[in-house]
Each structure stands twice: as C-alpha cells, then as structure tokens.
C-alpha cells in the first residue's frame, strides 16, 4: 500500500543548477506535506511543509510545490550546493501518522 | 539544540531473542512515535504514544512488538522473540503537537538504531 510515492531512487545534478524532487500521493485527505532530508547514519531532518489549502511554500533555497488536482507535489533547490547531497523523503500527514515515500537520493556534484 | 536520543545504535541479535530499543525524546514532547526503515525501502510507520498509551498503530505493529514509557524520559520499543524480517533501522521520534488534523505534523528523529537479526 503505497499511498506516498518518489518514483525517482536517485537524481544527479550540477552544483549552482536547480534540483527537483518529485512526489505523488494517492490519498486526497492528506493534511499536510512534508519534505524530509536524511544524511548517511542520522535520522531523517524536517526540511520544509506544506498545507493541503496552500499551493506553494518557500524556504530560502527550498520551495514546494503542491498540484492538487494531480495528487503531485515537488520540492525545488536552487541553487543546488553539495551539502544538499543526501537522501529527500516525501511524507504526508494523514491525521494520525506521517507516510513516507521511499525516498530520492540526491547528488550535487561540483 | 535539543534532540530525540536513540541506543543502542546498533544491535545484533539472534533469532527468538527480546530485543528493547531505547528512545529519549525531546523534553517538552508530548507525542511519541516508533518507525522502522528496512533496508531499500521506504520509512514505515509503526506506532503512536500520548499520555501513556498507544494511540495509533499499524499492522506490522503486531503482539511481538510493545511500547513503554517506563519513567519520564525514556521510551522504549521492545520486539518479543526476534524475527529475521525485523532487521532494520529503527526511529524514534517525538513531536510537540503530534499528526492530527491541523497540525503540521513535523516529527524530530533520532539517529536510530539498527537491528541485525541472525
């Protein structure tokens, strides 16, 4: 039962480029999006939200985009720096627990 | 910058063995939580505690696992008699406002701990 999905296991861009991490989710009484960061050997790190009512939430490098219409939603970085090199895990609130995708792992390279 | 704590980081266990992971959640946490990432696959939901009870749970969730909250800091997850498909990695997380509707639902993790089943 996967209600989060990252379709994309991994995604390799240039430093100073934009990445865009995608996301699609099947269940329209999701609440709230979440964009997770997990570095090698640490616990997944809260990155940057968004509302169910919202379209679009912006973070200083980071910004995400809900389509609800299209159950899709993305998470842009730019400029994109090597320390953004990790894995992003897409989560949905679903009122009780947050579901996960499986994750994409993200390479920025010099 | 306070932080969710998890021991042991690594444990290696043999099959049909009890098997407790330790959790201390952030201080003014009200929520707390237990996920397990298996190895290639996505971070899965196991269960939920507020006030001193399980609130919600999933169905991997079942009577082999347990919860405590033994005393005002720790938080605990004990696996009854391992199996060799509960290797994997496991979170705690605690949250301030928890997942229900309306909330945001931001966890904070820990580290996690890892759990090698032979």
């Known amino acids: 039962d996967q209600q989060v999905k990252q379709n994309s296991p991994s995604l390799s861009v240039q430093e100073g480029r934009i990445s865009i991490l995608n996301c699609d989710y099947t269940n329209s009484m999701f609440d709230y999006f979440l964009w997770y960061k997990k570095y090698p050997a640490e616990g997944p790190t809260f990155l940057i939200s968004i509302s169910s009512i919202k379209d679009k939430n912006e973070d200083g490098r980071f910004t995400v985009f809900l389509n609800k219409s299209a159950k899709h939603l993305s998470l842009h970085i730019v400029p994109s720096q090597p320390g953004d090199s990790a894995v992003y895990f897409c989560a949905a609130n679903s009122g009780y627990a947050l579901n996960f995708g499986k994750g994409t792992s993200l390479l920025v390279t010099p | 910058e306070p932080e969710v704590t998890q021991t042991p980081s690594h444990q290696v266990t043999q099959m049909g063995q009890e098997v407790i992971l330790r959790c201390v959640p952030i201080?003014?946490?009200?929520?707390f939580y237990w996920y397990r990432q298996i190895l290639g696959q996505k971070v899965e939901f196991l269960v939920s505690f507020y006030n001193n009870e399980i609130s919600e749970k999933s169905e991997i969730f079942d009577d082999q696992f347990s919860v405590e909250r033994p005393d005002g800091s720790n938080f605990t997850l004990k696996i009854r008699s391992t199996k060799l498909e509960d290797s994997a990695m496991y979170f705690c997380a605690s949250s301030e406002t928890g997942t229900g509707m309306a909330n945001t639902g931001e966890l904070f993790f820990g580290e996690g701990s890892r759990l090698t089943v032979l």
């Open positions: 201080s003014n946490h009200l929520y």
